[in-house]
């Protein structure tokens, strides 16, 4: 029996493998079992730690955390500017017309859509927009963790 040092833990490997299954978050416990988190995990805080090492540890734990559940970190709050986006890209319009064509079971090209969406634009290829800049940033308004974070920030300041 070969002795190895697991975290804080020290033993055998027999020891060492049953750690490892204990040692399990209990959202990837839930997550593995096919519940859906919604964003939301439980934290277990030392508060005999202090501040620095709490803000240190948690901002790590985020990190590692965030990953594994593929939630995307939204670094600053939203603005006029991300609306003004939306607008000048369209986005909404372009929600409407997918979920509209999915619900219908049709299927909308890059080309039909640029066209419906920009009519008055000939020096762009709309496609190519639709492909690389209004899809992408229409799955990103309407995920899971954007759309929290958004009633989060509008619960949080009504103005």
Do not use: C
Request: no cysteine; hydrophobic share 45%; net charge negative.
């Amino acid at each position: 029996m070969r002795e190895e040092v697991y975290g804080d833990f020290k033993g055998d490997d027999a020891a060492k493998s049953a750690y490892e299954v204990l040692d399990v978050p209990a959202w990837k416990m839930l997550t593995d079992l096919g519940v859906n988190l919604s964003g939301e995990v439980a934290v277990n805080v030392d508060l005999y730690a202090s501040e620095d090492k709490l803000v240190d540890d948690f901002r790590a734990w985020l990190k590692v955390t965030r990953s594994a559940l593929g939630v995307h970190d939204i670094v600053r709050r939203l603005d006029k500017s991300d609306f003004g986006r939306w607008a000048q890209n369209r986005i909404l319009a372009y929600l409407d017309l997918t979920l509209w064509a999915k619900v219908k079971g049709h299927m909308i090209t890059n080309q039909v859509m640029g066209v419906a969406l920009f009519p008055d634009e000939y020096n762009v290829n709309l496609a190519e927009r639709i492909r690389k800049t209004v899809a992408p940033e229409a799955s990103i308004a309407i995920s899971t963790p954007y759309l929290e974070a958004m009633a989060s920030q509008a619960m949080t300041n009504p103005e």
